[in-house]
């Protein structure tokens, strides 16, 4: 499983603002990810008024899906764009407050309370900020993060998660020698030894 000349790329935040301001965001997706809608009952396992977190959460539309099933969604994303976005495209009413924690961080939240998004890197996040999870729903973030900070990542996901959490992950196959990422390859051997 050879990550080809991707081992060594790295994209920056500002890379990733400048994504959102000239709306190069083709990693958005305005439907429903169809895999979340199949394996919804592998998230949900049967259980109501769930903790669900978004990763490097964008404006993905299932936020407010998930949340209007009546569970708690939490996200983060870097851009302040994306999630004031995520607001007004769904007529979400939310406030906007730091967190005393991070530095030059934002916490937006929707009026109703059952939707949080945290404007900041994700490596500023912890448990102790954030609490623990019952559910991660991993659309585009472990093949966004650059590859020499996977283990810093799944390392942040495992810290974050209760016991019987679960974690849905979408990857992509491709040849990595023919694309140099984002969407980075992950081999499955690598998920493996990331998250056991």
């Excluded at 396992?45 to 708690?72: Q, T, Y």
Aim: charged residues 25%.
């Amino acid at each position: 499983s050879d990550v080809g000349s991707q081992k060594d790329r790295v994209v920056t935040e500002e890379e990733w603002l400048e994504k959102w301001e000239m709306g190069n965001i083709g990693f958005h997706k305005e439907e429903g990810h169809p895999l979340l809608q199949k394996y919804l009952d592998v998230l949900l396992n049967g259980r109501n008024g769930l903790r669900i977190f978004f990763p490097l959460c964008g404006k993905a539309v299932e936020m407010k899906w998930l949340a209007d099933m009546g569970h708690s969604v939490v996200g983060v994303e870097i851009s302040e764009q994306a999630v004031k976005d995520f607001f007004s495209e769904h007529g979400l009413p939310y406030c906007e407050e730091p967190v005393p924690e991070i530095s030059g961080a934002k916490m937006f939240q929707s009026t109703s309370g059952n939707i949080s998004l945290y404007c900041c890197s994700i490596y500023d996040l912890s448990s102790l900020i954030v609490g623990k999870f019952d559910g991660i729903w991993d659309r585009g973030a472990l093949v966004a993060v650059n590859p020499c900070d996977r283990q810093r990542y799944a390392s942040l996901m495992i810290s974050l998660v209760e016991k019987n959490s679960s974690y849905l992950l979408v990857t992509v196959s491709y040849d990595p020698n023919k694309h140099k990422g984002p969407p980075f390859y992950v081999p499955e051997s690598e998920i493996k030894s990331l998250f056991g």
